[in-house]
């Protein structure tokens, strides 16, 4: 059973986090993972001693976690939920360390911002943990919206190419375009959708970016060269057919009886006698 809390600061709804829903669901569930107190347990079949603050994980067990209880077409995968655990490691809101089997997570400044009942004062320097500063958290807010709403953008291509085939976006839909548009590009997404037009199924989207994302595609022309191969091996699996002549008589049957019925006129015109 999970039981206890943990401090969650006003100032999140500042921060970068705030601005994807789903982004922020994971940092909320990094914070609950984090020991309170020193502790070991067995992880993957070996022993980890972990200190408060930390949590050990791996790319397919935070998918797990992240992912339970959400439908199918609402799940976010590891590599995305991994990307961004790297992002908050680049914003110093936690850290890192890695090995071959797992990776022990650590939240900045635990101790002080979980551990402690006593109010910070305003005079302390922020901290990551509150989630307080982020130095151009408004210029990339505002940059991401001027995004959206600036129809020469690809966001917003992007946009009126899903509602032409699906109908209204809503917010689930486009972040998961938005993302997709960061880990892979935005032209990648453009040329998805257009090939999902037939399906009318965002899911058959979805599909096609994932396989282009495990096939390590980065640009049109890696689509083109996948395709060509997709075709040649095709062509490949096709049988050859027998080829064989085809009869005078179903090739043209009135011609060939008309044929026939001369030929026998003249043999019987050679049997007469005179």
Aim: net charge neutral.
């Amino acid at each position: 059973m999970n039981v206890g809390y943990i401090k969650l600061y006003r100032k999140v709804t500042s921060s970068f986090v705030w601005t994807n829903s789903n982004m922020l669901k994971l940092w909320i569930l990094c914070l609950t993972k984090a020991s309170h107190k020193e502790s070991r347990f067995i992880f993957n079949g070996q022993e980890i001693h972990v200190s408060s603050g930390q949590f050990v994980t791996g790319r397919a067990v935070i998918e797990k976690e992240f992912n339970e209880g959400v439908p199918l077409d609402q799940q976010v995968v590891g590599r995305t939920l991994w990307r961004w655990l790297k992002k908050f490691e680049n914003e110093e809101m936690l850290s890192i360390k890695s090995t071959t089997k797992y990776s022990v997570i650590s939240i900045k400044n635990w101790d002080e911002y979980q551990s402690s009942d006593q109010q910070v004062s305003s005079g302390r320097p922020s901290t990551v943990q509150q989630v307080s500063t982020y130095k151009n958290d408004k210029n990339d807010k505002n940059e991401k919206n001027n995004n959206i709403h600036d129809e020469s953008s690809p966001l917003q291509e992007i946009i009126q190419i899903y509602e032409s085939i699906f109908g209204m976006i809503n917010s689930f839909v486009f972040q998961n375009l938005e993302q997709w548009c960061e880990d892979l590009s935005p032209e990648l997404v453009i040329e998805a959708l257009k090939r999902s037009k037939s399906a009318n199924n965002f899911k058959y989207t979805e599909n096609i970016l994932k396989n282009w994302d495990s096939r390590g595609v980065k640009t049109l022309t890696d689509v083109e060269n996948i395709d060509s191969e997709f075709k040649q091996k095709k062509g490949a699996w096709k049988k050859p057919t027998r080829s064989e002549p085809v009869p005078e008589w179903l090739d043209d049957p009135e011609g060939y009886n008309a044929k026939k019925e001369a030929e026998l006129m003249q043999r019987a015109n050679d049997d007469l006698p005179f």
